[in-house]
T-cell receptor, first 113, second 108 residues
Framework: SAVISQKPSRDICQRGTSLTIQCQVD?????MFWYRQQPGQSLTLIAT?????????ESGFVIDKFPISRPNLTFSTLTVSNMSPEDSSIYLC??????????FGPGTRLTVL | KNEVEQSPQNLTAQEGEFITINCSYS?????LHWLQQHPGGGIVSLFM???GKKKHGRLIATINIQEKHSSLHITASHPRDSAVYIC??????????FGTGTRLTIIP
């Protein structure tokens, strides 16, 4: 099974600033995803991180607000830009293994003041 | 519309009780996942199913493709089993559609 780590594990940020979250997988995965979980809600897919090309965003999410990079098969970053209190959430990355099993990172708990 | 429903939303039980959490989905799927989320937010994948039944320790997951229904069972429940359990489904592609989760509390 794949092990996924995320940094930072939590952060408290000021309105208007940006935060970059890193996701590292210990083995190759075919696909990587970024999710948001707002307080009391289920997970929502933000985008699929594509290696070496622009991410594929879900409806309601745009690149200017959530730029994503994936320079290689095992690493990806998500930036939450120009943050507002509504961006306070848990952000999770996941990787899809070749057997279609999904592995999740420990999450980044973001609070925007 | 591709939907996933879980029940119950909240479940409180005494230590040692047998626990059942249910998941229903609206249309055909390629796989169903049971996930566990602890208070810190991290998610652990418990099972991935496309048919039949899987067992890991005290956890058992079953799926009935015809009835579009899956259950997660916990035998001899323990306070450390307290967590949110999430059902998630692949509706024919790699993306997951999530249920709203079941918050399980096991009282010593």
């Amino acid at each position: 099974s794949a092990v996924i780590s995320q940094k930072p594990s939590r952060d408290i940020c000021q309105r208007g600033t940006s935060l970059t979250i890193q996701c590292q997988v210990d083995s190759q995965v075919t696909m990587m995803f970024w999710y948001r979980q707002q307080p009391g809600q289920s997970l929502t897919l933000i985008a699929t991180a594509n290696q070496g090309s622009e991410a594929t965003y879900e409806s309601g999410f745009v690149i200017d607000k959530f730029p994503i990079s994936r320079p290689n098969l095992t690493f990806s970053t998500l930036t939450v830009s120009n943050m507002s209190p509504e961006d306070s959430s848990i952000y999770l990355c996941s990787g899809l293994a070749v057997n279609n099993e999904q592995f999740f990172g420990p999450g980044t708990r973001l609070t925007v003041l | 519309k591709n939907e996933v429903e879980q029940s119950p939303q909240n479940l409180t039980a005494q230590e040692g009780e047998f626990i059942t959490i249910n998941c229903s989905y609206s249309v055909g799927i390629s796989a169903l996942h049971w996930l566990q989320q602890h208070p810190g937010g991290g998610i652990v994948s418990l099972f991935m199913l496309s048919s039949g039944k899987k067992k890991h320790g005290r956890l058992i997951a079953t799926i009935n493709i015809q009835e579009k229904h899956s259950s997660l069972h916990i035998t001899a429940s323990h306070p450390r089993d307290s967590a949110v359990y999430i059902c998630a489904v692949n509706f024919g592609n790699e993306k997951l559609t999530f249920g709203t989760g079941t918050r399980l509390t096991i009282i010593p």
